[in-house]
């Protein structure tokens, strides 16, 4: 008896044995494989039916540090997941004023999301910029967020040359086309100025000898001191680096307009004299913007007065049960620890004794070292270390688990 006759006589049997609810059947025929699945559902000679597996849906905006992330470690097979972004790559960000002047190419800092997430589906949607709203920045700046912009940069500081190098150009206007000027004192600010003064002295003025005296590089920083989120050590060693390498920095400057050569500052604590700086080429770097699609988000659920999306601490954003935001556009809204501890040691104080058991305490300090992990680390401290060990020996112990612990 050969093989095909042998499944023949086995589907005839399941069609006269409705009883057999389902089985399944795998053999080697030639080497090969086959299966043959039946499901009998109580009628004689109907045809198998599959049901379809309904899979939870699951929108991500953005294929950025977070959006990628978390792309990365979600289970396929159970989602049906669409990506909207305005790009389809993730952008290796801060190596983008490394593309600006060509020590890195574009092509090394980007990945393709098709590739990092397979068997997704992806739609597009039209990118919108988000810029500061003081006056002519964004027809007079260029930015630095997207690869596109470090490209353009580095196009720009090129023509800066090229249009220095004319002969028939006067001294004021060749330095005029020459100053460079960085908006923001920040890491992308710092960073940018550094690998353009790099850039310039290592391979600019050896194909534009004639441009070498003319070179001038500012950053204007509205505080006191640049790269003021780190450490005092950081700031300090910057600054010392930009004096050393002539970098021109103008702290308590800030912006108050921008025309196509000339940017106006207000000084800090100098009864509000207004400056004006000739430029050749602005960077603006000073931080993030809200972005359009949140900012009318933000006003559909009650958070219009805020920079950004208010969330819980499981990234949940505060209103909405199915909505989670998570990266620039969110900011965690963290309870009142001690008030929320003490809530929830008088919930489990079942008896209003003022006093908790070790059974009792043992009851709700897992839920309290998730909702704060640095708990946990607390109590295997030196500090907490007998109450950690009381809990540990008096698990079982019906005497121990009624020793009172006030709270």
């Avoid at 929108?59 to 790009?87: E, H, M």
Wanted: proline share 4%.
């Amino acid at each position: 008896m050969n093989s095909l006759s042998l499944l023949k006589r086995a589907s005839r049997y399941f069609d006269d044995y409705p009883s057999l609810a389902k089985l399944v059947v795998v053999c080697t025929i030639s080497g090969g494989g086959y299966v043959a699945y039946a499901d009998a559902n109580g009628t004689g000679g109907s045809p198998p039916v599959l049901e379809e597996i309904k899979k939870k849906k699951v929108v991500v905006l953005g294929t950025g540090w977070a959006g990628t992330s978390f792309l990365k470690k979600l289970d396929n097979p159970s989602y049906d997941v669409q990506v909207i972004s305005p790009r389809n790559y993730f952008a290796f960000t801060p190596l983008l004023p490394s593309v600006t002047c060509g020590t890195v190419e574009a092509r090394s800092i980007v990945e393709p999301i098709r590739s990092i997430v397979r068997k997704k589906s992806i739609d597009p949607w039209e990118a919108v910029r988000t810029h500061s709203t003081h006056p002519g920045v964004v027809e007079n700046c260029n930015f630095l967020k997207e690869v596109e912009d470090a490209q353009q940069i580095r196009q720009s500081v090129i023509n800066s040359f090229e249009k220095a190098s004319l002969p028939t150009l006067s001294d004021d206007e060749r330095k005029r086309i020459l100053h460079f000027v960085i908006v923001g004192g920040g890491p992308t600010g710092v960073e940018f100025a550094a690998e353009l003064h790099d850039f310039v002295n290592e391979d600019l003025v050896k194909l534009y000898p004639v441009a070498k005296d003319f070179v001038k590089i500012t950053l204007l920083e509205a505080s006191d001191h640049i790269l003021n989120m780190f450490d005092k050590r950081i700031t300090d060693f910057a600054e010392s680096k930009f004096q050393r390498d002539g970098i021109d920095m103008k702290l308590g400057s800030m912006v108050v307009k921008v025309s196509d050569k000339e940017i106006s500052t207000k000084v800090s604590g100098n009864s509000g004299e207004i400056t004006t700086i000739p430029y050749g080429m602005v960077v603006w770097s000073t931080g993030i913007g809200t972005h359009p699609v949140i900012r009318d988000f933000m006003q559909k659920i009650g958070q219009s007065n805020r920079r950004a999306l208010a969330t819980d601490e499981w990234l949940r954003v505060e209103g909405c049960g199915s909505i989670y935001a998570l990266g620039d556009c969110a900011t965690i809204n963290q309870r009142k620890v001690m008030e929320d501890i003490a809530a929830i040691f008088k919930k489990a104080d079942k008896d209003n004794s003022g006093t908790l058991t070790v059974k009792e305490f043992r009851e709700v300090i897992k839920d309290i070292c998730e909702r704060y992990p640095q708990l946990e680390l607390y109590l295997k401290s030196k500090k907490m270390r007998d109450i950690a060990d009381l809990l540990k020996m008096a698990k079982g112990d019906v005497a121990k688990e009624a020793i009172e612990l006030k709270y």
